[in-house]
């Protein structure tokens, strides 16, 4: 069990070399892009399935709340979370429309439409992604490198390397604490 556990960490360690090795420029456009849109008056809208319903979420949190840096809250938005909004949709129209039907009720021109997918290929985050760019989103991804049609629907798309869905999980959660230190760096000037 112990050399099991060993052998993960060193996975989850090699992930992130790797993606360090590949650059870090769609990360950091990805930040840059998102304190734009909150300097210029506009929100975030987060969504995704399951485990990345649960990033969704905790991204959101990072930014209405705090991350490291005490200072105003951002006005960041989990779909995810209504679950008379979620039931409602399922219910009266698909699962594939969950989020697609909020972005067309919340989302305005220059808003920012963050999707998160493990495989990439989750239908309610593509037709979020189609709903986010007829609204006049920016639409930005964050995914795996499997994610070639999600990444042809966004501005920008952050590909985590690997194909092991354990390890991609942990690089998003990496990713989504890196956004949040370097939007708090170019709002604030410091993010701690």
Known sequence: MLGAAAASVKKSIAAME???????EDVVSAAET???????GKKLLCFGNGGSAADAQHFTAELVNRFQLER??????????DTSVLTAIGNDYTFDQ???KQIKALGLDGDVAFGIS???????????????RSRGLVCIGLA???????????DICISAPG???????????????LICELIDLKLFGRSR
Do not use: K, W, Y
């Open 18 to 24: 790797q993606l360090l090795a590949t650059g870090l």
């Open 34 to 40: 998102i304190a734009s849109a909150f300097a210029d």
């Open 72 to 81: 105003p809250g951002l006005p960041g938005i989990a779909l995810t979370t």
């Open 98 to 100: 969950l989020f697609s």
């Open 118 to 132: 493990t495989s990439g290929t989750s239908p309610n985050v593509l037709e979020g992604f189609r709903a986010a």
């Open 144 to 154: 795996s490198t499997r994610a070639a049609g999600m990444a042809r629907m966004c």
């Open 163 to 177: 194909d092991d869905t354990p390890r991609i999980q942990e690089l998003h959660g990496l990713i989504i604490h």
